[in-house]
């Protein structure tokens, strides 16, 4: 029997501290933004960069020690799984986000 997986692996720098929010006194949430990039040759070959910006989520007691450890320029190490969905804006706009959930993260050295 095959099984889905939902797994996102991702090793980049936090664009920002995180930041800690008390949904109420059992539930507590921590978001940041991390960058990763990669390397490739563009259409004359030379060498360029490509950045992607991702949304981060940490829940509860792990988003306590996030919003303590988790820094702007800390090169973190994050495994979670994608989470896609919808919001409506004061305005009535319909929004769309996608964020990655972590269940682990790792702030790592630079290199």
Do not use: C
């Not at 360029?48 to 991702?54: D, G, I, L, R, Y």
């Not at 509860?60 to 090169?75: L, M, P, T, V």
């Amino acid at each position: 029997m095959k099984t889905n997986v939902n797994k996102v692996e991702l090793v980049g720098f936090a664009g920002m501290d995180a930041e800690l929010v008390e949904i109420n006194k059992n539930v507590s949430k921590a978001s940041f933004s991390l960058a990763t990039s990669e390397g490739y040759k563009n259409k004359t070959g030379e060498w360029t960069n490509s950045t992607s910006w991702h949304r981060i989520v940490v829940w509860n007691e792990k988003a306590k020690k996030a919003a303590q450890e988790i820094k702007k320029g800390n090169r973190v190490s994050i495994t979670g799984k994608l989470n896609s969905r919808t919001y409506q804006t004061n305005s009535g706009e319909k929004r769309y986000i996608t964020e990655v959930i972590a269940t682990e993260f790792e702030i790592l050295p630079k290199e």
